[in-house]
């Protein structure tokens, strides 16, 4: 569905967006955007790329005491 390039998002990303919005005074509405935000954040790619993250971090991280 997103392709390759796929990334995680920032956190705190949908505060941004709505700042966006009501400085551009965009034709948007804050609930439609949470909703399409939510729909991407529950897909099965979206979720599968944070877990992709994680196994790459825990393989680099050590055991805390060793």
Known sequence: MFGHGLKLMK???????????????????????????????????????GVLGLNGMISTVSPVGR
Not at 18 to 46: F, H, M, V
């Open 11 to 49: 956190i705190d990303l949908l505060e941004d967006l709505y700042e966006d919005i009501n400085t551009q005074e965009l034709p948007l509405s804050k609930k439609g955007l949470r909703r399409c935000i939510r729909a991407i954040a529950r897909s099965r790619d979206y979720l599968e790329q």
